[in-house]
């Protein structure tokens, strides 16, 4: 069995950043794509950024050059660098995982979300 475990979010004024963590756990094989999501009261979930094992990133245009993904393969964790929040980015966010319990055993994960309030 595999856990993700999501930390960072929190409440910040416009401008302000946060960084976001995902740590999975358990059976991993090996852990392909990483990704963020986030879902806004009344909106539908929406890719925030994503993250290749081999590192390369994808952005939603909303975010490109205020948010940074990153990720630690031998720890299994991916984080969400946000800088110069606006009140816009005030979500749900949550961690997505594509991964591999065993060869050819693929699973695909949800964090449990963690809030994140921008406002003054």
């Known amino acids: 069995q595999v856990q993700l475990v999501e930390s960072g979010g929190g409440l910040v004024q416009p401008g302000g950043s946060l960084r976001l963590s995902c740590s999975a756990s358990?059976?991993?094989?090996?852990?392909?794509?990483m990704t963020w999501y986030r879902q806004a009261p009344g909106n539908e979930r929406e890719l925030v950024a994503d993250?290749?094992?081999?590192?390369?990133?994808n952005y939603a245009d909303s975010v490109r050059g205020r948010f940074s993904i990153s990720r630690d393969n031998p720890q299994n964790t991916v984080d969400l660098q946000m800088n110069n929040l606006k009140p816009d980015d005030t979500a749900l966010y949550y961690c997505n995982v594509d991964l591999q319990t065993s060869p050819g055993d693929d699973v695909n994960l949800w964090g449990q979300g963690t809030q994140v309030t921008v406002s003054s």
């Open positions: 993250i290749t094992l081999g590192g390369s990133t």
């Open positions: 358990g059976r991993i094989f090996q852990i392909n794509r």
